[in-house]
């Protein structure tokens, strides 16, 4: 796949794919990758990075990649959840560098990471940038793997492989998300809620409830003739990578919390033409 990233602004950011009509271009989707602890399923993380890769296509996380829990002076820390490798006195050191050498192999696939509550609460209490740090080490291979916000937009434009340079776009907003879910709507009660004050989004990501669906909202739209039409606003929650309930203790399990889902999501574009007119088909499915 054919693509150049641009910085729009802070929020912002431009992924330009050169298409050709009906072939489909993917992206992985991911939040939550927890990748230091104990509990992250790295074997299924790589499975779905390689995947990526070998597909060629993008990769975002949007927020959590870290989990760095157990420096010092983290009251989360439990020393059971260390693993080996970290237990250094320069924790932050040994977890940033490992994870520079795990993500500089797919560097060439990732377009954007962001930082979620993990990272936010490190830089806070212990005045490091664990996202900037690992993404200015992933880009000295010459990558261009943008920083994000905790919440941003991307805006994806399509640009036909022709002399006519026919154009598609849409937006994707993502934020690493808030709240825990709640056990029976398991956060699905946001979808509504989004669509009201995002309506810009065609595509709306979110993680941190480590949760995972599809729920399209569809929307009714009028042209400037006067002509109705319907929309629709795709809504995703990414699982991410952490299973946390099969150990049978620790925080998830005192708190009551169920099992959760693992893994992220595929989205799949393509472009064809119908009365006419030019036509973006979206498809999300789980990578799990």
């Not at 949007?62 to 959840?81: A, C, E, I, P, W």
């Not at 640009?159 to 956060?187: I, M, R």
Request: aromatic letters at 14%.
């Amino acid at each position: 796949m054919k693509y150049t990233i641009k910085r729009l602004s802070d929020a912002a950011i431009e992924v330009r794919i050169s298409y050709k009509l009906r072939e489909k271009y993917l992206f992985l989707l991911t939040s939550d990758h927890h990748f230091d602890s104990t509990k992250c399923d790295r074997e299924k993380l790589k499975k779905h990075h390689d995947l990526a890769k070998e597909k060629e296509a993008g990769i975002f996380c949007f927020g959590d990649l870290f989990d760095v829990m157990q420096g010092r002076s983290d009251r989360r820390g439990s020393k059971g959840d260390l693993r080996k490798e970290y237990s250094g006195g320069n924790y932050y050191d040994l977890v940033v560098d490992d994870a520079v050498d795990w993500y500089s192999k797919y560097a060439d696939s990732y377009i954007l990471i962001s930082p979620g509550n993990h990272e936010t609460s490190i830089l806070k209490y212990q005045e490091t940038d664990v996202i900037k740090r690992l993404v200015n080490g992933i880009n000295q291979t010459g990558t261009e793997v943008q920083i994000g916000t905790y919440s941003g937009w991307i805006r994806f434009i399509l640009q036909q492989e022709n002399d006519n340079g026919a154009v598609s776009s849409f937006w994707l907003f993502y934020h690493h998300g808030y709240g825990g879910g709640g056990p029976v709507t398991k956060g699905v009660i946001q979808t509504n809620r989004k669509a009201t004050y995002l309506p810009d989004a065609t595509v709306i990501v979110s993680g941190h409830i480590h949760e995972s669906w599809h729920v399209p909202v569809v929307q009714e739209r009028i042209k400037n003739n006067g002509v109705p039409f319907i929309t629709k606003q795709h809504h995703i929650s990414t699982p991410g990578y952490k299973e946390e309930y099969l150990a049978h203790k620790g925080w998830h399990i005192e708190r009551g919390a169920p099992p959760k889902p693992t893994g992220g999501f595929w989205m799949e574009l393509s472009v064809f033409y119908k009365n006419n007119s030019r036509f973006i088909d979206y498809k999300f499915y789980e990578a799990d």
